[in-house]
């Protein structure tokens, strides 16, 4: 099955720093990728879809300010996380379509964010 | 998007049979995703159902009835490593999942 790569798997910031997450698909192009967050025991949130070449679609009740979403070519999309807040500590989960003789979603590794 | 409900938790013991049902009410539903997610990992990939019927893989089987808005998920034979979460999640056409709380099993020896 395809792949999508997701770096780093865990990261430590302090409080008002920028962190940065990317999202590959690595054996196939993605015009679509989606970034959810979780929090501990609950389910995953979509938080925005990240659209090759044009601004990311944000959630409701999500900054867009505050979580910048680049989709600069067909397999690379990134999150930054902006002035972290302990609050922002969790688990960030990328996700890529594919479409071939059915609809195929392909989730990332996961980052877990930890912010001090 | 769809709203996916499906059960908190679950527990049953070594050998049995689990069913984990879902129901969901859709907005452009294009297929049912199953994933397993333990504690502290991305979700991994179980099936996914866009016609209605029944799909078996080894000891994993799911099910899907798109007229009453209905799936479940059948763990045959648990093993202490299928405690887990599962999440039901609904797609669209755009590969936008929307996800179920998801059920907690808990295997017993």
């Known amino acids: 099955g395809a792949v999508v790569s997701q770096h780093p798997s865990w990261v430590i910031c302090k409080s008002g720093t920028s962190v940065k997450i990317e999202c590959r698909s690595l054996d196939f192009q993605a015009t679509t990728m989606f970034w959810y967050r979780q929090f501990p025991k609950q389910s995953l949130m979509l938080m925005a879809t990240?659209?090759?070449?044009?601004?990311?679609?944000?959630e409701q009740g999500v900054e867009k300010d505050k979580f910048l979403i680049n989709h600069a070519s067909l397999t690379l999309s990134t999150l930054t996380v902006t002035s972290a807040h302990p609050e922002d500590s969790s688990f960030y989960i990328c996700?890529?379509?594919?479409?071939?003789?059915?609809?195929?979603?392909?989730f990332g590794q996961g980052t877990r964010l930890t912010v001090v | 998007g769809q709203n996916i409900d499906q059960p908190t938790e679950m527990t049953a013991t070594e050998g049995a049979i689990v069913q984990i049902n879902c129901t969901y009410q859709?907005?452009?539903?294009?297929?049912l995703f199953w994933y397993q997610q333990h504690a502290g990992e991305a979700p991994t990939f179980l099936s996914y159902?866009?016609?209605?019927g029944l799909e078996e893989k080894g000891r994993f089987s799911s099910f899907l009835s798109r007229s009453k808005g209905y799936s479940y998920l059948l763990l045959k034979e648990l093993q202490m490593k299928d405690s887990a979460s599962y999440l039901c999640?609904?797609?669209?056409?755009?590969?936008?999942?929307?996800f179920g709380a998801g059920t907690t099993v808990t295997v017993r020896a």
């Open positions: 859709t907005s452009g539903f294009n297929g």
């Open positions: 999640a609904g797609v669209d056409g755009d590969y936008k999942l929307s």
């Open positions: 996700s890529a379509g594919s479409s071939g003789d059915r609809i195929e979603a392909f």
């Open positions: 159902n866009v016609l209605d």
């Open positions: 990240s659209n090759e070449g044009s601004k990311a679609t944000y």
